[in-house]
C-alpha cells in the first residue's frame, strides 16, 4: 500500500474485517492469535513488538475506527482520564496540559459542558448526548434519501 494512505475494508456483516483490524493493531484477545504471516507499518515488523512499543505505536501511526463508537470507550472509567492516558501516551503532555487538550477535543465534538463532562463515566455521556448528535448529523447530512 502507498505510504500516508487510508486503507479500508468493507464487506459481509461476520466476514472477519474487525478481527482482521485488531489483529494488525495488537489488540486481539486470547485465545485469538496471528498464526502465520507478518505484519510490517513503514518497512518495520509490527506483529512482535513487545506490548508497551506497541502501545506507543497504536493510535499514532495506526488505528482503526471501531464500528459503534458508544463501544470505543470504557463505561466504567471516566471519559476525561481515558483522553488524557492516551494524549500522554503520543504527545509530551503534562497531566495537566493533557487534560486541558482533552476537555478542548470534547468541546470540538460538541460536548456540552466539556469542563464537567470529562470527569463524567463516559457511559453517562454517551447515552446523553449521542442520540441528540447523530440525529444533528443526519438532518445535516447532504443526499440522504
Known amino acids: ?8 475494508w468493507y464487506g459481509e456483516s461476520g466476514a472477519g474485517k474487525s478481527v482482521a483490524g485488531l489483529a494488525i493493531i495488537g489488540l486481539i484477545d486470547p485465545p485469538g492469535r496471528i498464526s502465520g504471516g507478518e505484519i510490517y507499518l513503514s518497512g518495520l515488523r509490527i506483529d512482535n513488538l513487545p506490548p508497551e512499543e ?6 499514532k501511526r495506526i488505528g482503526m ?11 466504567l472509567y471516566k471519559i476525561g482520564d481515558q483522553l488524557v492516558e492516551t494524549i500522554r501516551t503520543h504527545l509530551n503532555l503534562s497531566e495537566s496540559r493533557a487534560r486541558k487538550r482533552a476537555i478542548d477535543l470534547l468541546a470540538e465534538v460538541g460536548i456540552p459542558a466539556p469542563d464537567k463532562a470529562h470527569r463524567c ?3 453517562r455521556i454517551f447515552r446523553r448526548h449521542a442520540p441528540a ?3 444533528r448529523a443526519w438532518r445535516s447530512a447532504p443526499n440522504r434519501n
Open 1 to 8: 500500500m502507498p505510504r500516508a494512505r487510508c486503507w479500508a
Open 54 to 59: 506497541m502501545r506507543r505505536i497504536r493510535g
Open 133 to 135: 448528535r447523530r440525529d
Open 121 to 123: 463515566l463516559s457511559a
Open 65 to 75: 475506527i471501531f464500528q459503534d463508537p458508544l463501544t470505543s470507550l470504557n463505561p
